[in-house]
């Protein structure tokens, strides 16, 4: 059951401008939802969450946006850079639940 | 302030074999959850442990087991492996609090082949 999705593999894109990550969700029960960056051989690293009470955080360079009635959430990292290379992972859950669902990634590569 | 950390960070198995594998929580979490990341694909719920006790499971057989010990470390057993095992682990630590749920931590991760 995909009910978290990153439909897109990959993205490229040059240092100083903005990326932009997709993630959507088919559950409605979901109210938070996180943004993992992994780089290889090494677990995730927690980058930046939101509640479903807001629709926008932001935390230095990076931005998530969430769009509740379009089940839909994006990441933006504004400027980019060579160091954020890496798989970036979107995950949900329901504060009832105990589990996290995770997208299948995005390998994003910051070109110099 | 310690992170996550698992052990071994390799293990190569045979069909059949049993494997328990290992996770340290981070200072001040008192749940674990463990996920399974296979290639390609984002990581899958196994289970959670909170205080000791199971608290939810995702859709694995029965022959994925755990343990919580009082210290808030945790194990993940797998008896009978088959191939389709060989994947990374993930351990995750959080603080659960009043029913709400928070941010999970990850660990490095075990990268388990059976052969």
């Known amino acids: 059951d995909q009910q978290v999705k990153q439909n897109s593999p990959s993205l490229s894109v040059q240092e100083g401008r903005i990326s932009i990550l997709n993630c959507d969700y088919t559950n409605s029960m979901f109210d938070y939802f996180l943004w993992y960056k992994k780089y290889p051989a090494e677990g995730p690293t927690f980058l930046i969450s939101i509640s479903s009470i807001k629709d926008k955080n932001e935390d230095g360079r990076f931005t998530v946006f969430l769009n509740k009635s379009a089940k839909h959430l994006s990441l933006h990292i504004v400027p980019s850079q060579p160091g954020d290379s890496a798989v970036y992972f979107c995950a949900a859950s329901a504060y009832d639940f105990n589990k996290f669902y995770f997208g299948s990634g995005t390998k994003l590569n910051v070109k110099p | 302030e310690t992170g996550v950390t698992q052990s071994p960070t390799h293990l190569i198995k045979t069909r059949g074999q049993q494997v328990t594998l290992r996770c340290s929580s981070q200072?001040?979490?008192?749940?674990v959850s463990w996920y399974q990341q296979a290639l390609g694909q984002g990581p899958q719920f196994i289970f959670q442990y909170y205080r000791e006790e199971e608290n939810g499971r995702g859709n694995f057989p029965p022959r994925f087991s755990g343990l919580q010990f009082p210290n808030y470390s945790s194990e993940l057993n797998v008896n009978a492996l088959e191939l389709d095992d060989s994947a990374l682990y993930l351990c995750?630590?959080?603080?659960?609090?009043?029913?709400?749920?928070?941010?999970?931590?990850f660990g490095p991760g075990t990268r388990l082949t059976v052969l």
């Open positions: 200072s001040g979490h008192n749940t």
């Open positions: 995750a630590s959080s603080s659960r609090t009043s029913g709400n749920q928070d941010t999970q931590y």
